[in-house]
Structure formats: structure tokens, C-alpha cells
């Protein structure tokens, strides 16, 4: 990737001296930096370019360049990328268009130039793209003609004509960059790959991304939870409101709109989503070197009453709260000001405030537990002059307690004092309504690391259900030509999984309905039973509240005459009757559906036959844990009546919906043949939760063909593959498993048991302060990347500690990893350094990495002669250090 970004030689095919060609204008911008590297142009009609040796083919230049540039037509593109596999070329850029966009012929021309790419392991950026601009390296290889400043900030963009404008903008806010990189059709390297480089580019302290199209979804998500905590992602993606959707075939499936879902793998992934582009640029600089807010709870401190009013309107609007001042505040103020101030939040100083007033009042709210983060608004009227202002916000902001945000109204009176805002990091801005959307976006942020990161409690759920009777039974159904389960398979799927269902059982006739009936007790549900039905509402196949053996006989008869009539095609197996829950407090709908690009997601939302009408859903990524499952909720508009209850209806018990959808979301990750699912509606009371309706759509391409496992997962789930018991030397059991998320309150004691020596001898350093931050970096892995496993003993009494663990961190070129290993002192000596250290190897074997190593101090040489038993060559490093690795394959 390095060559992309600072190559050392650089060939562009297409190179001419015609005017307005883009040949000419990126050869230019070469030129530019060819003190810094050899720029070779190449174009079999030319001698020279621009005063410059031109060669017929790159396979005649005296060298094998790091980079090729192709500016050719889209035709002659497959011939070239296969001379640059003769010539050793692995990285290329693909300027041309005339690819997949252009049509059928497009397409197929793209598909060969991936074929011929592979073959000689060449990695490509676009095409259809405009290029990379390095400042810093002076490197220009796209047809923009101005160049931005060196900065810290990645600007990626998929679309040319909204990049392009985009960058001009920039450039004329005077924005500085560390690289822009247009990505074009994202053939080869896309959004993921190039987060994974510039996340290590120690240049690039945010990234923002303009985006149409997510490329590798998994690739992406992954790569932005990796470095999402130290640099903010900003996305501008457009195209919320689609026209249309294409059909489906349960509420899931019409409630998850494709943006729904991108909003889903955005927070998920921790990344911030803006809706216009000056937001993009104003995130990122902010983001990353502003104290973040802890909450939602804004103040707003003003020397004018209006702006004060229009930032409350915009706060409001936006979800932000006005924070409720503390009694102290409150008080202090009261003292300080005379009661001449609104005594409220907002905090008007009035209109004749002087520095001071500014002073006291930021001083009184930075200090008020109530306060998350401040606006600050000046409007060049009474005492304060805006120098003095700026620099009393200044001083407060330099304390880093809670975030300030300045809000300067006028002109070239304020411009001065803007500037130094800035220059000393204060996000400043000319109108308050910026100024809230700004905090906005901060709290977002705030939010989404909190969630990624936040501990989640443990739940006690089944993990592996008996699950195997129900393959089959899909496979079965998918054989025969069906694609919908019928209510009573449906609802077999959810009992397995521990969510509680009410039974239906068939009748085929009224009197037998009536039989039934009256065994399982009135009031009672009469459904058609139809695998063809899948909305049995709409043809009129449903009846509710029976309380009699006559009312029984006449929805018996007036079900199947509707459906014949709405429905005359359906195979009707007769109707269900099942017990109805009258006594409840809410309906919901807990659902998934498997979108092409995104695979499985799951909704959660106000339930009942009018969800589609309210649209009060949310959406999440499987897997949830408990933490993930609250947090779904949250985004739904029914969830406060759902915490806090409404008029009659109490509270709802939120931990058991947490299980519910945990259990759920268990049943997403086991079946990838399952398309779409609805529990709806699931009926609430404070004890239980009941799923009395249950639709399942399946994918019979899936559930006919062996797939790879969690393909149709953003996320790999917890591997439970690599649990395992196991006994160390003297008998002791223990159990050989993956790290969770949950396991955060026994590694904090398992690394406080350590004593100095195993401390050194693993991290080469002590550890005084073991942070939440460390913690979560320890136990909230993404197992695609990283694998921690860890050896739990649980003495029969006592509590279950954490005695070894061992990691394996996978290196961005796939291929290599670092591998760690550590023991608590009381069970060194008893073999599970060795067990904890083979399971790893193993594990890179599964990963298909070429080579495992790691570091160990020279002194640890009990540590080298386990790595030498289990095959690892030792390499002195240094005097105090050596390395072991492994090669694999």
C-alpha cells in the first residue's frame, strides 16, 4: 500500500502533451514532485512528453516502478494491467472510466482486468477514479490541478464530481490534508483496506469519507472498530429517502430500509455520519483534539437574549437537552452577578457583561455536575471586548474538564478573535445553530465508543441450543419448493432458542375447532394455517377474542371463505387455534432480515399489525450482547414509554427484552438459511414476554449449499469453536476459551494478581493504573482480527477466575501475527502456558497466517525453552531482547 501513497518511481500510461488531455494535467502534477521520484511517461505514439523520455510500453522502462498510472481508454486497459504483471508492477491506478458504470461490456472488461490483476498479484485503485494527492510527499498523481496544504485529515471520496467539489472547497477554507484518495469503483482496494493503512499513518489523525457505495461491508466495519477510538471516521453518505424498496416479504423485511442499515453499521463501527459537507471537515478537526461529552446535558452561556433562544430551539431539535443548572450554580451565580442574569439555563450575563461575568459563568458550569458540555455565544455589544472574551474561553478550554464551543456573532469585528479561537483549538462559529449541530456530532461520537466499548453483563442463556433437528427440518422444507414455514415451524425455531411462544394446534374442521377450543380455554386466536399466507391479516384469515363454541364454528367458516376468496391459490392445511394473552401491556416486533450487501440484521420497534404504518423501529448487528440489545432499544421512540411506563401501563421489565433479544439474535447467528423472520407481535407483560405471532422466510440457495460459516455476518460472533476443557498437570480442570467482552472485571483481578516478575516479563514494563480503557482494548476484540483466549477456573467454591491467558494480533498484511502468552504466578509450572501458547498456533493455522511471532525478554528463559519445544526459532534482537516465530505454511 506504501506505493500507492509515496512511491519512489512512478509510470503514467497515457502521458501526452495534448492540451486539457488528462494526460497532460496529471503528468504535470508529476512532474512537480520529480525531485522526490522518477516519473517515467509512457505512450507508444511519443518520443518525449514535456521534455521528458517517453517509452512505448511499460515493459520498456529501465526499471520496475512502484506505481503505474493508467490514463487510457477503458479497451486498451487489460492489455496494459497485463504488461505491468510482466514487469513486476503491483501497484496501479486506474484513472479510465468505461468500466461496470458504462454497461454489460463494462463489466465484463472489469471482470478480466480483476482476473489478470490477481494472477500477478497486482492491487488496484479504481478505476474510474481521479487518483491520490500526498502533500506532505509532494506527490499529485490526479487531473485536480490545485494542490491542498500537508494536514492531518484523509479525505477519501467515492463520488469524482462531489469529491472534486469538495476538495476545491477545502482548499479555498485554507484545509490542510494528509492525503485525498479517490477510490473510484473500488475494483480491488476499497473503503476498508485503505482505513487499515491510513489508521497506522502516523500523517492522518482523522478520516473523512464521502461515500455512495460501502464496498467490502465486513472489511469496513472491521478496519473502523480497529481505529475508530484513536482517529475519528466522518461518513457523508446521500441517498436517504429512497423512492422505493424492493418487495418483501414480512414487516422485517419492508421496515429495513437500505439506509436504516447504514446508519446501523455506522454506529456499530463507532463512525460519526454528517449530512452536509462542512460538517465533515468541521468533525474532523474537532473530534480529534476536543474533550468529548460525557452526556447530552448542554449549557449556554450568552451576553444576548435572542441568539440564546434560537440555540435552545436548535438543541431541542436535535435531541440535545438543556441541562438543569444545579442548586449550587444556581447560588453562585446568584452572588456573583446580583441577580441580574436569567437565573436559568441559558445563562444571560445581559447585555452589558464584562470578561469577568464570562469568567465567573464558565467557571460555575464547568464545575456543575449537571453540565456535559457549553456553548459560549458573544455578541460585540457592552463591556467585553471579543479579544478578552476569546481569551477567558481559552483559559477554561485549556483545562479540558468539559467541552466549550464559542459562538461569535458579527463580522470583521469578531474575525480577529475567531482566529485565535482557533489557532488554540476552540471550535468556534458565526451562528449558534452550527454550534449545536457540532456538539451533536460530538455527543454521537461520545455515544458510539461508549457503546462499542461499554461492559455488557452477562446473561444466562443457552449457548449452543439443540439446533441440528432444525437444519434439517429447513433443508427439508427448501427441497420441497417452500420458501415460508408455517406458524407452528416458525414458532419451533423460538422455543429452541428460549423465547416463550404461544402453541397453536390445527383443526381442519369446525367441530374439531371447537374441541380444541375448549381444551386449551377461552378467549382464544383462530389463524389460517397456510405455508402460502404470509400476512394472514390481509385476506381476512384471522380472528380474534373467540369466546364461544358458536363464535368458534362461525370464524371457523369465515376464514376459510375469505381466504378463498383473497387468497384462492393458497394450499389452506385449516386453521390454528391458540390460547389469547389479553392481559398485556405492550406490543413489539423483534425481526431480521438478510440484506445482500449487509447480510443479517435484526429490528427491534413498536409492534402489532400498524408497524409498518409508525415505522418506530430500530436497527442493529448481530451479535448483540446485553449491552447491544439496551442500546438497540434506546433508538426507538417507544422505548421511554417502555422504561418509564405510561399512563396505566407500568414499566417494562427491560432485562428481560435485553434476553430476548440476545436469545434472538443467537438464532440469526446460527442460520444463514434463514431470510427473513418476524416475532410480531411479541406481547409484553412485567413477567414475560410472549411471542404469539411468528413468521420465517428462508433462502433455499442457502439452505441447499454448505456456506462458509457467519457468511452472512458483519461481525464474527463469539467462535465457540475454540472452547474447550482441558486439565492442567496436576488435575486441576479448567476451561480454554474465547475472551468476552464480559470478562473485563476478571482480567482487571487476574493482572492485579500478577507479581512485578510475570508483569515485566509480559508487557516489559509494570502497569500501575489499569484502566477501563486498557481493559476494553484487552477483552473487546474483533476475532477476525485478534484472538485472545483465555483459561477459566472455577473451584467449586469460590468464584471463577481468570488464571492464563494467550493472544494472537493479526498483522494488516493477513499473513503474519504477533502471539503473547501469560500465567498467573500460583499456576506457572503446570503445562497451560504451553496449552494456551498451542491453541494460538492452531488458531493461526485457521487463519491461514504464513508466520506467528513474538518478543520475550532474553532474562525470561523459561519462556524461551517453551517456545523452542513447541518449534519457535529464537532470533536476538537486541541485547535485552529476543524474537520467536513460527513458520506455519
Known amino acids: 500500500m506504501k506505493n500507492f501513497f509515496d512511491p519512489k518511481s512512478v509510470a503514467l500510461i497515457g502521458a501526452t502533451e495534448r492540451e486539457g488531455a488528462v494526460g497532460r494535467v496529471i503528468f504535470e502534477n508529476l512532474l512537480k514532485g520529480r525531485e522526490l521520484r522518477k516519473i517515467y511517461p509512457v505512450n507508444p505514439n511519443r518520443e518525449s512528453v514535456l521534455g521528458v523520455k517517453c517509452y512505448k510500453s511499460i515493459i520498456d522502462l529501465p526499471e520496475t516502478v512502484d506505481l503505474a498510472i493508467i490514463a487510457t481508454p477503458a479497451p486498451t486497459v487489460p492489455k496494459i494491467i497485463e504488461e505491468c504483471g510482466e514487469s513486476g508492477v503491483k501497484a496501479v491506478i486506474i ?44 506527490f499529485n498523481c490526479t487531473f485536480f490541478k490545485k494542490i491542498p496544504k500537508a494536514g492531518s485529515i484523509a479525505f477519501l471520496s467515492q463520488s469524482g464530481a462531489l469529491g472534486s467539489a469538495i476538495l476545491d472547497w477545502a482548499i479555498n477554507a485554507d484545509i490542510g490534508f494528509s492525503v485525498f484518495v479517490s477510490v473510484g469503483s473500488m475494483c480491488d482496494i476499497d473503503f476498508g483496506e485503505l482505513i487499515d493503512y491510513l ?40 441517498g436517504k429517502y429512497p423512492e422505493s424498496i424492493k418487495a418483501a416479504m414480512s414487516h422485517s423485511g419492508a421496515l429495513a430500509s437500505e439506509d436504516l442499515i447504514y446508519d446501523a453499521v455506522f454506529t456499530r463501527a463507532g463512525v460519526v455520519r454528517v449530512d452536509e459537507i462542512k460538517d465533515l471537515f468541521n468533525c474532523a478537526t474537532i473530534l480529534d483534539c476536543a474533550v468529548l461529552p460525557r452526556g447530552p446535558n448542554l449549557a449556554i452561556i450568552t451576553n444576548a437574549g435572542g441568539p440564546g433562544v434560537i440555540a435552545t430551539d436548535a438543541l431541542i431539535s436535535m435531541g440535545i437537552n438543556l441541562a438543569k443548572l444545579s442548586d449550587d450554580t ?60 476569546a481569551g477567558i474561553i481559552i483559559k477554561h478550554n485549556e483545562r479540558r474538564v468539559k467541552p466549550i464551543i464559542a459562538v461569535f456573532l458579527g463580522g470583521e469585528e469578531v474575525e480577529g478573535a475567531r482566529q485565535t479561537l482557533l489557532w488554540n483549538d476552540v471550535p468556534v462559529y458565526s451562528f449558534p445553530e452550527e454550534a449545536i449541530k457540532t456538539y451533536m456530532y460530538m455527543y454521537q461520537y461520545a455515544r458510539n465508543l461508549e457503546l462499542l466499548y461499554e461492559t455488557p453483563d452477562e446473561i444466562p442463556i443457552v449457548e449452543s441450543p439443540p439446533k441440528n433437528h432444525l437444519k434439517l427440518l429447513i433443508k427439508r422444507i427448501a427441497k420441497s419448493g417452500r420458501k415460508y414455514l408455517t406458524e407452528e415451524e416458525a414458532k419451533r425455531f423460538l422455543k429452541v432458542y428460549g423465547i416463550e411462544v404461544t402453541t397453536p394446534y390445527i383443526a381442519t374442521n369446525p367441530e374439531e375447532a371447537v374441541m380444541i377450543a375448549s381444551e386449551i380455554g377461552y378467549p382464544v386466536v383462530m389463524k389460517i394455517a397456510s405455508e402460502d399466507i404470509v400476512h394472514k391479516s390481509d385476506v381476512g384469515g384471522v380472528k380474534l377474542n373467540i369466546t364461544s363454541a358458536d363464535e368458534v364454528r362461525k370464524a371457523f367458516n369465515e376464514i376459510i371463505d375469505n381466504v378463498k376468496k383473497n387468497a384462492s391459490n393458497a394450499k389452506i392445511n385449516g386453521v390454528s387455534i391458540q390460547k389469547m394473552i389479553t392481559d398485556h401491556d ?15 440484521v435484526i429490528i427491534f420497534g413498536m409492534g402489532g399489525v400498524e408497524a409498518e404504518f409508525f415505522k418506530d423501529i430500530a436497527i442493529g448487528l448481530p451479535p448483540l450482547n446485553q449491552t447491544l440489545a439496551r442500546r438497540l432499544m434506546e433508538k426507538t421512540r417507544i422505548f421511554k414509554m417502555l422504561k418509564d411506563g405510561y399512563r396505566n401501563k407500568p414499566p417494562a421489565n427491560i432485562r428481560l427484552l435485553e434476553e430476548v433479544l440476545v436469545k434472538f439474535s443467537n438464532l440469526i447467528v446460527d442460520f444463514p438459511e434463514i431470510d427473513e423472520i418476524d416475532i410480531n407481535p411479541l406481547l409484553l407483560t412485567r413477567n414475560e414476554a410472549v411471542a404469539v405471532d411468528a413468521r420465517i422466510v428462508i433462502n433455499e440457495n442457502v439452505a441447499n449449499d454448505n456456506v462458509r460459516e457467519y457468511s452472512h455476518l458483519l461481525i464474527t460472533p463469539y467462535p465457540t469453536r475454540y472452547v474447550q476443557h482441558w486439565r492442567l498437570k496436576d488435575g486441576t480442570p479448567v476451561i480454554i476459551r474465547p475472551i468476552r467482552p464480559e470478562d473485563e472485571p476478571l482480567q482487571m483481578e487476574m493482572l492485579k494478581s500478577l507479581s512485578r516478575e510475570s508483569m515485566i516479563s509480559r508487557f516489559f514494563t509494570t502497569i500501575k493504573d489499569i484502566t477501563h480503557d486498557m481493559l476494553v482494548r484487552l477483552c473487546n476484540i474483533d476475532y477476525d482480527r485478534e484472538m485472545a483466549v483465555v483459561a477459566e477456573y472455577r473451584p467449586l467454591h469460590g468464584r471463577r477466575r481468570i488464571i492464563g491467558v494467550s493472544r494472537l494480533t493479526v498483522n494488516p498484511d493477513w499473513e503474519s501475527g504477533e502471539a503473547a502468552v501469560l500465567v498467573i504466578d500460583e499456576f506457572q509450572g503446570k503445562g497451560l502456558g504451553k496449552k494456551l501458547l498451542d491453541v494460538i498456533i492452531g488458531i493461526a493455522k485457521d487463519k491461514r497466517l504464513k508466520r506467528i511471532y ?19 526459532k529464537v532470533k536476538r534482537v537486541s541485547p535485552e531482547e529476543c524474537m520467536v516465530y513460527l513458520d506455519i505454511c
Open 95 to 138: 484513472i479510465s472510466a468505461g468500466f461496470r458504470e458504462s454497461g454489460e461490456e463494462g463489466r465484463k472488461r472489469e471482470e478480466e482486468v480483476i482476473r489478470i490483476a490477481r494472477k500477478y498479484g497486482i492491487r488496484i485503485l479504481g478505476p474510474n477514479c481521479m487518483g491520490i494527492i500526498r502533500p506532505s510527499a509532494s
Open 199 to 238: 489508521g497506522r499513518d502516523p500523517e492522518t489523525r482523522s478520516i473523512i469519507i464521502d461515500m455512495e457505495f460501502i464496498g467490502d461491508a465486513r472489511r469496513f466495519i472491521s478496519a473502523a472498530r480497529g481505529f475508530v477510538r484513536t482517529k475519528p471516521i466522518i461518513v457523508i453518505k446521500p
Open 330 to 389: 444556581i447560588k453562585l451565580l446568584d452572588e456573583a452577578f446580583s441577580r441580574r442574569w436569567s437565573r436559568g439555563n441559558p445563562v444571560d450575563i445581559m447585555e452589558d457583561a464584562s470578561a469577568d461575568r464570562y469568567d465567573i459563568a464558565l467557571e460555575a458550569c464547568s464545575n456543575d455536575p449537571n453540565i456535559d458540555g457549553i456553548i459560549v455565544i458573544y455578541t460585540p455589544q457592552g463591556a467585553a471586548t471579543p479579544s478578552e472574551v
Open 586 to 600: 405492550y406490543e413489539l416486533i423483534i425481526g431480521s432480515k438478510t440484506d445482500p450487501v449487509f447480510g443479517a
Open 854 to 872: 513474538g518478543y520475550v525478554l532474553a532474562s525470561n528463559r523459561r519462556m524461551l525453552y517453551l517456545a523452542k519445544e513447541l518449534g519457535f
